[in-house]
DNA sequence: AATGAATGAGCCTTCATTCAT
DNA sequence: AATGAATGAAGGCTCATTCAT
């Protein structure tokens, strides 16, 4: 209680503390109202800080939601990278692919309304670190698919640019209805069904019975691989 | 206590035609600012009558462009539902279909992206009539792939709504840079690529004796499959 | 269905009745919603006539509004009025004057919003039938207590417009929560307390105790003459 | 996007100050236009401040007037409570409550009016301070009637809350006339006239002895009361 | 007499952003 | 670094009333 404290009692924190925070705030905030229901004093009150404070931090509001999801995304995509290069085989590795995403999709829709709705179709999207690391993950996916075809498991014209979109056009689109609050979907099933889908629009017919044959096989593999997870220590790394 | 003078110049229309009239001017700046950068002023301004008239019509600006949209988006519907029955062989209808969609995006790219970020995001958007109409539309497209079923041109144990999120979400996606101002497509070319992987994907053949010998494994599979619903409800990439 | 039909098929009906068939619903409209949340357009379709329509009988809203209450209280007064005429004794007709203005609030409450929100702080109030109705009206009340000074049943100096005030003022007060939605009352139990604390303060002590003998003899009476009106013939003359 | 400019000449005050400064000059056009005719822009205006600065402090127009009326009633309440504690004698006091609430009628009268014509009749009253300040107020009225009774001045079964209603209700509808322009009042002579009445009515002289000769017809009322009863809930006099 | 399309003035309200302190 | 009072541009929406037909 005494008068002198200069301004309130918010603890003094570094300015990457504080920023930090203020952004740890602002996504609670987005997720829950959505960008344009978000009111910046609403943020600021969270984070114990003034409206003038957060915007000492970030200019905007478009930029303090940018800001915000591109800290989750990034800590996100490395969690799944890194998770990528334990897997082997085509199929494992284009199914892990798959259900990251329905999984995100699944876990975490506020986030993902967020990006697929705000971020995206917002005219800066392109220089956003979003773009940027989407754009990479993604890429693991045409990697997948380009190896597969240098080993002629898939056919050699496979046009890898539009099966990208189907896969992760497919995907956005088969979870909308969850996204919008219209029933549920299971990330594994959908994921095996998927898969399996553009496995055999790509695969090569000429080696098509042979991987067909190794296609269970895999799955067993992988589902070990799983196994073997829960009783590793939990989650080494994360963000 | 105030008096009006009503009338001016602008000619006396009947309901429906006014409300017709300011249903097009709607769509047109609708399409030219995005929702929220249209002012219902500058719609009235030129539909020729005040902005009080344009409230006489439609209760409220986000009716104004459901209403709006409704109509472009059912002459559209018809037009293409119509050109469809023409067309004959699974391969050819599928084709269509895609195209369809491809031509649409390329062609108003203001419409689409109006449905795709506001009026498919929006909470009313299931009561809409452009719901209905989609659905009824992209039914047409399961239409084909069932009825390919049930010649044996598909494999018994397609997953239609996955097929059809990968067809309709595909397109989209490969799309999107494109509404965005970011380069071009042609939908012929990614009409046929998308139509040949999807019925690729689908096809009959060779599935038989793949399958066959596979049979052996399947009980091993489902064995997994119950050990992989034990491992996956815990959120594996959960942040 | 004969196409022919000039306007609508709404039943041809003299000036006179569709005026009438306007204001009765325009009351109960005004006493759903409260004036101001009343729209005209509404009190037109319960009328099966359209907005201008309205305007052709009435000028304003206001006036609308005025011409309702009015039509409804004129009615009232004049049974009221008639109903007093039976009754003797100063108890009783100061009872039944009180317990008039209670009742009526009791049984109509909205219009008697109407009247004390809207009409009378209006400031048309002193031009209204309403005005001059109540005036006559609240005079009988002052009449029945000229009468008891001179008959020296009160005493001489008998502040005759502040006793109507406290006696109109005070039913009011007393039922405002009533109005408002909170509690209840009972007509009769107030009237008769009201009518006591009235009697008394103005009770000439001079007669006091022969008049307070008598005070019950007139209740009894009173309550012979309500006994004989149930079993007369039912209600005589209701406007 | 837009570019504001503020602070203008307008000198910075606190949180308290500002909001205090808004309020008095919104009394002031509330006061003089009535809640309706006020603008808020005009209340910003003569504040010193643009509209939006209202809102800041205050979340609508309601809100404001009602906040500003609290503000003048709590000053006015803690003012005429105080003085009430130097006067003695049941007469004096009974008389000071009724000389007071006339008096502030008298006095402010645009008051007045936005009590009992805005105020009051709203949905929120009793959520209000002002209803909460009047209540608190007018129990003080009924503690002296409580009082009196307990010492043998005044009766012992005085119904206090229709005492409380004849003499408010009683003070508003004499002043009715002057708060809407016709005539005027003196607050002296009224209370006089009023207290002297009130006074009368519960007084116990002369009581006793009539009380002991009634006594015999009081097992008739009772009975009478009963009958009394059974007649009245059917609607007498329902249009 | 009846219609009903058209009016239009202006209200209340929002909230990201600024900058003197 | 932090504050927080002040901004201000505009925007959606209301609805009684008019008058050409």
Known sequence: MLKKTPHRESSRLS?????????????????????????????????????????????????????????????????????????????????????????VIHEEPEMTKLIVEEIRPGPEYRNTAIYELSRNYTRRTLGIIEEAVAAGEFRPDVPTAVVRAMIYGGVEHYAFGFLHGTGDFSADEAADTITDLVYRGLANEGVAQAHMLSEPLTQIEAGLARLKKLTAPKKPASK
């Open 15 to 103: 300015r990457e503390q504080r920023a930090a925070d203020i952004l740890k705030h602002a996504r609670i905030v987005f997720c829950e109202k959505g960008y344009s229901d978000t009111l910046v004093s609403e943020i600021a009150e969270r984070a114990g800080v003034v409206e003038g404070s957060v915007f000492h931090y970030f200019p905007t509001k478009r930029e303090l939601l940018i800001k915000a999801v591109e800290q989750w995304y990034t800590g996100l995509i490395w969690d799944y990278d890194h998770r990528l290069e334990s897997i082997t085989g085509t199929w494992n590795r284009l199914r892990f692919m798959i259900w990251g995403h329905l999984n």
